[in-house]
């Protein structure tokens, strides 16, 4: 199974996780999924996840000047955001667990 495809399916639920610990900028959001095992995540696909999600009101912006370079575009979570997460995650544990029991069925028949 390629986990590219999965990962579609869940990137605004893990995006919505990450922040919901600390506020990010995009490539700082990127490198924290890829450190919790999403390696699999392109950059693009989260860049285009903040945005997406920023123009449904679900997350705040703003800019803060970097020593690095230019200056960095942050996102943090509003209450929308947190609401979605808890809905998304609500709807995530249920699938999981449904899926669970379907893969545990199957093993079980073999």
Request: charge should be negative; avoid cysteine; glycine fraction near 10%.
């Amino acid at each position: 199974m390629d986990p590219s495809q999965l990962l579609k399916g869940v990137l605004d639920l893990a995006v919505l996780a990450v922040l919901r610990d600390a506020d990010g900028y995009g490539y700082d959001v990127l490198r924290r999924l890829r450190a919790a095992g999403l390696e699999e995540v392109a950059d693009a696909s989260v860049y285009g996840t903040l945005r997406r999600l920023f123009a449904a009101g679900a997350l705040t912006s703003y800019v803060q000047p970097s020593e690095e370079g230019p200056h960095r575009k942050y996102y943090g979570l509003n209450q929308i955001g947190l609401d979605l997460l808890t809905e998304s995650t609500k709807t995530w544990n249920h699938f999981a667990g449904t899926m669970a029991g379907l893969l545990t069925k199957k093993e079980e028949a073999a």
